[in-house]
């Protein structure tokens, strides 16, 4: 199917460690894409990761990527009241047509 | 740069009329894809335009509809108005080197 999976909820202690989980489908991806959506808001690019890397560190965001499992992590260091928002993974497909398909998004609590 | 652009930002119709919401891209973008995003289906590709032909279509009904001018702006169509249309229509632009997507704030629709 055309389905990426992640779970819709999380919730971490400020200061903490947060780690979002996902499941891909289409293997010729290319690249794979994390989105953050605050309250009322578009889609925020926060990060992506060209499917040939394991791992991507950027400031407090670190993407794992296993190819084989098709599985992909977001964690978030040290996390904020700030970062509470719903978070999308995504794959784009770029054949017969561009399209990108996503998450049904984790919604992301951070208690203070 | 700016970003993507999309007005109006708010919109509220009534059922079996028509709408039209309109996008901008980033300058020298010249793919641009709409969404539609709603709690229970999440974010659904619509279509994607690149130099004013569009080059795919998701399963959306020919009431939805669109079009991209010469200068990469487009609009998006919705004709004969239902409740189940009430969501956020999200615009996207990528450069052409890239599947990396970009997105607008989103227009809110609401059909009463």
């Known amino acids: 199917g055309e389905d990426v999976e992640q779970s819709l909820f999380l919730s971490v202690r400020e200061g903490d460690s947060s780690v979002i989980n996902c499941t891909y489908t289409d293997s010729s991806s290319t690249y794979l894409y994390w989105y953050k959506q605050e309250p009322g808001a578009g889609l925020q690019l926060l990060t992506y990761i060209f499917s040939n890397m394991d791992m991507k560190q950027d400031q407090r965001l670190t993407v794992l990527l296993n190819k084989k499992d098709k599985h992909l992590s977001l964690r978030i260091a040290d996390t904020q009241t700030g970062d509470s928002a719903i978070y999308f993974c995504?794959?784009?497909?770029?054949?017969?047509?561009?399209?990108?398909?996503f998450g049904a998004g984790t919604r992301l609590f951070v208690k203070a | 740069k700016a970003g993507v652009t999309q007005t109006p930002r708010y919109l509220i119709k009534t059922r079996g009329q028509q709408v039209t919401l309109s996008c901008s891209p980033i300058?020298?973008?010249?793919?641009v894809s709409w969404y539609q995003q709603t709690p229970g289906q999440g974010l659904q590709f619509l279509f994607e335009y690149f130099s004013e032909t569009q080059r795919n279509k998701g399963n959306f009904p020919g009431r939805f509809s669109g079009r991209q001018f010469s200068n990469s702006r487009s609009e998006m169509n919705v004709s004969t108005l239902e409740l189940g249309d009430s969501a956020l229509y999200l615009c996207?632009?990528?450069?052409?080197?890239?599947?990396?997507?970009?997105f607008g704030p989103g227009t809110r629709l609401t059909v009463l």
């Open positions: 300058s020298g973008h010249r793919s």
């Open positions: 995504a794959e784009t497909r770029n054949t017969g047509g561009f399209k990108t398909i």
């Open positions: 996207a632009s990528r450069p052409d080197s890239t599947d990396t997507q970009y």
